[in-house]
């Protein structure tokens, strides 16, 4: 019988951040409660028919039960400049002060100049290890093409 290697930590995290990827803030309006919303940089597509995409939350999130509770959300999609707005949707505490946004189709906030904000139901959600893979089903969605996206490189936050 075969068995696998175990894998450090900060092993995978280092070779991770050697993987540029997007940054997002998902949002959601949860039934009773104010609007949520955490920064994630595990936004992806998943398939063009249907139309499907996800993002992981760790199974820590304060964040993630209210996002669940709404049964929907809103994937905004950051421009290059908002670092400040990815670092306030990654602490605790008020992360929507002083922040410009409006509801979008779901209610979920849509913040203003993003580069991108895709508006989603959930559909389904996956187990992995200390995280959950939560799938959403496209209802809307808008691009910025004038703007550049914000980009996590190496735990660092970069400009394309």
Known sequence: MNTLPAIARDDLRGVMACFATGVAVVTAAPPGGPAVGMAVNSFVSVSLDPPLVLFCAAHT???????????????NVLASGQEELARAFARKGDRFAGVAHSPGITGAPVLRD????????????????????????????????EATPLLFYRSAYRLF
Not at 61 to 75: K, Q
Not at 114 to 139: F, M, N, P, S
């Open 114 to 145: 993003v580069h991108a904000h895709v508006e989603c139901k959930i559909v389904d959600t996956i187990e992995a290890g200390d995280h959950t893979v939560v799938l959403g089903r496209v209802l809307g969605l808008h691009a910025n093409t």
């Open 61 to 75: 999130s304060s964040t993630w039960p209210a996002i669940r509770a709404a049964g929907h959300f809103c994937a």
